[in-house]
Nanobody, 127 residues
Framework: QVQLVESGGGLVQAGGSLRLSCAASGRTFNTYAMGWFRQAPGKEREFVAAISRSGGNTQYADSVKGRFTISRDNAKNTMYLDMNSLKPEDTAVYHC????????????????????WGQGTQVTVSS
């Protein structure tokens, strides 16, 4: 089992940047594929970005491609989301998630694939 805690959210102007972090408990962080999802008020939770166990494979939603970068540091049990050129439509609660994977390069991009979730961190982008 793994526990996830997000941090780094806040209020930023359009065009600005933020770095989100997701800290994981336990000694088996490198056995989990990880992902970032977001949920705006009145909307369903949507995929943002995913990274494989090894960090060697990543995938992004079209809406954030070229602006967001997902990464992980297995030695620190931490995953990151660097968000640049933020837009008001990026406003949401951002959640990190973990899914145990056998293969080092497998990524997971749907809500149903993930077993563990953090509480979320609010990102608000003002126009």
């Amino acid at each position: 089992q793994v526990q996830l805690v997000e941090s780094g959210g806040g209020l930023v102007q359009a065009g600005g940047s933020l770095r989100l972090s997701c800290a994981a408990s336990g000694r088996t962080f490198n056995t989990y594929a990880m992902g970032w999802f977001r949920q705006a008020p009145g909307k369903e939770r949507e995929f943002v970005a995913a990274i494989s166990r090894s960090g060697g494979n990543t995938q992004y939603a079209d809406s954030v491609k070229g602006r967001f970068t997902i990464s992980r540091d297995n030695a620190k049990n931490t995953m990151y989301l660097d968000m640049n050129s933020l837009k008001p439509e990026d406003t949401a609660v951002y959640h990190c998630a973990a899914d145990r994977k056998f293969y080092a390069l497998t990524v997971a991009t749907t809500v149903n694939e993930y077993d563990y979730w953090g509480q979320g961190t609010q990102v608000t982008v003002s126009s």
